[in-house]
């Protein structure tokens, strides 16, 4: 019997093409799903063959200082990367601002709020441990 592991994460954006687009163009990602969702609303669902995002909107979907701060819903979403420059390139690219580089055991990171501030943190490990 395989591990249990996660599958994806649904999070709530105002604009679910722009997002699709953005993570596509940092990650390689590609749309798996999309369609219709609850509420009147619609949900793209894009990633890799093994896991995805989940991004859905509704009837007025919004980010605002009074229903977001980090941690409710979400602190972040952890993106593992092989080339952490080149990812961090194209987040620059896309004129997003990385932040909170670290380089610690057991890898680098860096960090990036997209258009609907929802945090991605982007992670290159090393493999010679």
């Known amino acids: ?10 999070v709530t954006v105002t604009d679910p093409e722009r997002t ?4 596509m163009g940092l990650f ?9 969702a609850r509420d009147g609303g619609h949900t793209i ?11 859905y909107t509704g009837r007025g979907a919004s980010y605002t200082q009074d229903n977001f701060t980090k941690g409710r ?5 952890g993106v593992e990367v ?7 390139a194209r987040v620059v690219a896309a004129g997003l601002k990385p932040f909170g580089h670290d380089d610690y055991d057991p890898g680098r990171r860096f960090y990036f709020l997209d258009p609907d ?11 010679d441990h």
């Open 1 to 10: 019997m395989s591990k249990p592991r996660i599958e994806h994460v649904n």
């Open 20 to 23: 699709a687009n953005l993570v």
């Open 28 to 36: 390689d990602w590609h749309v798996r799903w999309r369609g219709p």
């Open 45 to 55: 669902h894009v990633g890799s063959d093994e896991h995805y995002v989940a991004l």
């Open 73 to 77: 819903p979400l602190n972040h979403i």
């Open 82 to 88: 092989d080339d952490l420059d080149a990812v961090e």
């Open 117 to 127: 501030g929802i945090e991605y943190e982007v992670v290159s490990y090393r493999r």
